[in-house]
């Protein structure tokens, strides 16, 4: 087994776990700890492919930025575990959980049945991806995308003072 | 002929990385936030939910783009991420003002939201 295979299992079989973590953790704090641990992996499986400026801003922007929000406003609140952390219905959740497998199944069914084909075109792949993309990356991004990549700026502004407005609201209708 | 290919597949499955072992990946994290955002009943694990499903989209993305030899798809990830970090900001906005008026995070107090 070479070393890109071995690092390849590796992370997986632990991304998996870590991201059932945030879903069974009942302590919002350790699900958020397993959500940092899943995006770090997520940064890591990032560099076996290639993409190594995409896993830089996977720690900057989801393992940094976000899950500080989210660590915050956690310790805002002050949460212990929860007594109904789970749906309550039992047959609900029978067919929430049967829905998820379905949904698990056909899409892994049909990746499965495709892997012929998808292991032929994908064993050798382009001599253009095998180097560092950094480079290619930021000349088509300020080239061909650079329209969407400006209106992701004024989203960003927008939403900031949203989240303001939002945040300091008293409820809606329902102030009092 | 089919049976022979499924019967050498798992060692050539298990030896050698390629593009169906990442959208194999992609897709088992993506129904892990699924169910998450299903069966959790606190708004911020479910946000968190939808972060794991967005970020196992991410994967899928950079493996095809990889795999297929196209930089597009790393474009696309800059506009998720960027996306998912808005999304972020209003959703934690949200449950803030929830909590404020109700002591609590839990799903069921969202539905007091409708005039």
Redesign the interface.
């Known amino acids: 087994m070479s070393p890109d295979v071995f690092l390849f299992w590796f992370l997986a079989i632990l991304t998996v776990i870590s991201g059932l973590m945030v879903v069974l953790m009942t302590n919002p704090v350790f699900s958020a700890l397993s959500l940092a641990m899943t995006m770090v992996l997520i940064g890591a499986l990032f560099v076996t492919l290639n993409a190594t400026f995409l896993a830089g801003v996977q720690l900057i922007v989801y393992a940094g930025a976000v899950m500080v929000l989210f660590v915050m406003v956690l310790m805002l609140f002050d949460l212990k575990n929860e007594i109904y952390a789970f749906t309550r219905g039992k047959i609900s959740g029978a067919f929430k959980v049967g829905s998820v497998g379905i949904l698990a199944g056909l899409v892994i069914g049909s990746i499965g049945l495709t892997a012929s084909t998808l292991l032929q075109s994908s064993t050798a792949p382009l001599v253009s991806m095998s180097g560092d993309t950094t480079k290619d990356l930021g000349k088509i991004l300020f080239s061909q995308y650079l329209l969407g990549f400006e209106a992701l700026g004024a989203l960003l502004l927008i939403v900031a003072v949203g989240a303001v407005a939002l945040a300091r609201s008293k409820g809606g209708t329902h102030a009092k | 002929m089919r049976a022979r ?1 499924v019967a050498h ?1 798992p060692s050539n ?13 992609s ?10 955002v ?5 708004a ?2 479910m ?3 939808i ?2 499903m967005l ?1 196992a989209v ?2 899928s993305f ?2 095809f ?5 196209l ?2 798809g ?2 696309m ?3 998720v ?6 999304e ?3 959703g ?6 929830i ?3 109700f002591k609590e ?2 799903i ?1 107090f969202f539905e ?2 409708k ?1």
């Open positions: 290919k597949m499955f298990i030896l050698e990385v390629g593009l169906p072992h990442y959208l194999v990946l897709s088992l994290l993506f129904v892990t936030g699924m169910a998450g299903l069966l959790r009943r606190n911020i694990v946000m968190m939910s972060e794991l970020n991410n994967l950079v493996a783009s990889r795999y297929l030899g930089l597009e790393q474009v990830v800059f506009f991420m960027t996306i998912a970090a808005a972020a900001a209003v934690l906005a949200l449950v803030v003002a909590f404020k008026r995070v839990n069921r007091h939201l005039g």
